[in-house]
């Protein structure tokens, strides 16, 4: 696939470290996504899997490496900063206020006014709603209201606000942690079929996921981390078995692609 | 019928409280012939103006889950010293514009305490309470301060068009806080961060720094109503405003904002205020001994916070 006259990845992250006191939560991770396409985090519990994304997402400042934006580098010191750049993240609970309204939800931190003195700007609440609604028709997701406190919706509803919040604002690359973990199988399979809809939109997302057959079914190539280290960058192929027991096997340490570079890394001024 | 009973619980939510002002208000007007006059309605109304203003910025603060401990000493530091610059000589507009610095900027530094320290609001401001209280103290060496200005004690006693200029003020200071808690983007951000700071903040939102902001607030309103206080008294008081934080905790509190943070708003506060001011009035006028007074405004607060809970 990749070919030297390609353009650059959409995002490209190299190197990534951090820790957590004397916890080293990633051990220098290389991460590439093509634009339009949709790629599979997988990894057990304290992989690395989350932390990584936060680190794009302008959650956490890494302890070292760089990221990429379309081949120009670029530094997050907040969630804005990385939002600002197109960088959107759908985090695992959500992340919603649950006291406001879904349009509240969808423009928050983006707010249209109306007209502003200072600080201070007048919402156009009227121009919010219907944006909402627009978005909410194209994603083809159902809600009762776009004035429906988020509170009141159930937790399918909730993750589709969360999803629509990352794409209102033509987001180079949407992020999705666990967006089905909690979710009812019927709920699941609306969520993927909206990651299917932004995907044919023309979108590039990251999704982590512990459930195998989410990732066989939407992504085109997956990452798995395993104690903070990649250990396999692969395409998504062949038989759901097969995948399935592939997957696993780099998960619990079975298979490694990467093992030789990492015993190079570290013998050259690694942590330990 | 269940339809039936939370159509009624709807209404009870939404309206509620404003009932219970009313059949207060009723019970008063049955019982005293002196209650519903003019002279004793703009009377409630000038005295529930310093408690008021107070439980503006307080509600601001109560919103993001926070609290205020240190609004009364913030009251009578900035009044002593707006005080005794009036004495000084300094020009009006300028000794106001200078005693609502000091209370914002001790607003600010409880703000930067709780934010960036990390200090818990009720231990941060706990600190300032009796850091503003011990310096009212030593400003004034325990004296009042006394005879102010004419022209800066209208802010106090002065009446426009048959209404008294705190009553203008606290309206006026209502209904901007209102406009910037429900119209603005900052006011959505205040409940968004009492809501799920986390949230707010992976949101994109600048959560320390509109935290700040509603105890940067709530230091200038203490000021402000310092300064109504002192004109009104012609002295300023070290020891003035003591206790204050709690009446304008019980108004914020009896008028449904939550403690958790995130949920309700200045209308409520506004009736709080008033039924703690009428309910003290009703008191006085029913010559009930003031002994008792704080039994029944604790009574009653318990009693507003029980149905809030029986009905969220």
Not at chain 1, 235 to 257: N, P, Q, S, T, W
Request: hydrophobic share 50%; proline share 3%; with cysteine.
């Amino acid at each position: 696939m990749s070919h030297p006259t390609e353009r650059p990845p959409i995002v490209e992250m190299r190197g990534i470290k951090k820790h957590f006191g004397a916890v080293q939560a990633l051990r220098g991770i290389d991460l590439a996504l093509q634009n339009n396409e949709v790629l599979g985090l997988m990894g057990d519990n304290a992989a690395g899997k989350s932390t990584l994304m936060k680190v794009l997402s302008g959650a956490y400042i890494p302890d070292g490496g760089g990221i990429f934006i379309e081949g120009k580098e670029v530094h997050f010191t907040s969630p804005m900063n990385a939002r600002n750049q197109g960088i959107e993240m759908v985090y695992q609970d959500y992340a919603l206020s649950n006291n406001l309204d879904v349009a509240a939800n969808v423009f928050m931190g983006r707010e249209a006014v109306r007209w502003k003195l200072g600080p201070f700007g007048v919402l156009d609440n009227a121009h919010m709603e219907l944006e909402t609604k627009n978005l909410i028709n194209r994603l083809k997701i159902r809600l009762p209201s776009v004035r429906q406190k988020v509170e009141r919706l159930s937790g399918g509803q909730r993750q589709a606000v969360a999803i629509a919040r990352a794409t209102a604002f033509d987001a180079k690359v949407i992020i999705m942690d666990e967006p089905t973990a909690a979710l009812s199988v019927a709920a699941i399979d609306k969520v993927i079929e909206l990651i299917q809809e932004l995907k044919a939109q023309g979108a590039s997302i990251i999704i982590i996921s512990h459930r195998l057959e989410d990732i066989y079914r939407v992504a085109d190539r997956m990452i798995v981390l395993r104690h903070g280290r990649k250990v396999c960058d692969t395409k998504v192929e062949g038989e759901l078995h097969d995948f399935r027991e592939r997957v696993v096997a780099y998960m619990i340490g079975a298979r490694d692609d990467f093992a030789d570079e990492t015993a190079v890394s570290q013998g050259s001024g690694g942590s330990r | 019928m269940p339809a039936q009973s939370s159509k009624i619980r709807n209404l009870l939510r939404r309206f509620g409280l404003i009932l219970s002002f009313l059949l207060l208000a009723l019970a008063l007007t049955l019982l005293s012939d002196r209650f519903l006059t003019s002279a004793n309605i703009i009377n409630v109304l000038r005295q529930s103006t310093i408690n008021g203003i107070i439980a503006i910025g307080m509600t601001y603060v109560i919103l993001t889950a926070g609290i205020d401990l240190s609004v009364g000493a913030i009251l009578a530091l900035s009044a002593v010293m707006t005080a005794n610059l009036l004495q000084g000589g300094t020009a009006v507009p300028l000794a106001i514009i200078i005693g609502l610095g000091v209370g914002a900027g001790l607003g600010l530094i409880n703000g930067l305490i709780i934010t960036k320290a990390n200090v818990p609001p009720f231990v941060a401001t706990l600190g300032m309470m009796t850091i503003a209280r011990g310096l009212a103290l030593t400003y004034t060496g325990g004296r009042p301060i006394t005879g102010l200005p004419d022209s800066f004690r209208t802010i106090g006693t002065g009446v426009v068009g048959g209404v008294p200029v705190p009553i203008i003020l606290a309206g006026a200071a209502f209904i901007i806080g209102a406009v910037l808690l429900t119209k603005t983007a900052v006011g959505q951000y205040i409940l968004a961060i009492g809501n799920n700071p986390v949230a707010a903040r992976y949101a994109g939102i600048a959560v320390h720094r509109y935290t700040t902001f509603v105890y940067v607030l709530a230091g200038a309103l203490s000021a402000l109503a310092g300064m109504i206080l002192i004109a009104r008294l012609d002295s300023a008081q070290p020891t003035a405003g003591l206790a204050y934080e709690f009446d304008a905790i019980a108004a914020v509190v009896v008028g449904g904002t939550s403690f958790a943070g995130g949920q309700g708003g200045l209308g409520g506060t506004l009736v709080g205020v008033l039924i703690i001011a009428v309910l003290n009035n009703g008191l006085n006028l029913l010559n009930v001994s003031s002994f008792y007074q704080p039994v029944v405004t604790g009574v009653v607060i318990a009693v507003a916070l029980l149905l809030h809970r029986a009905l969220r």
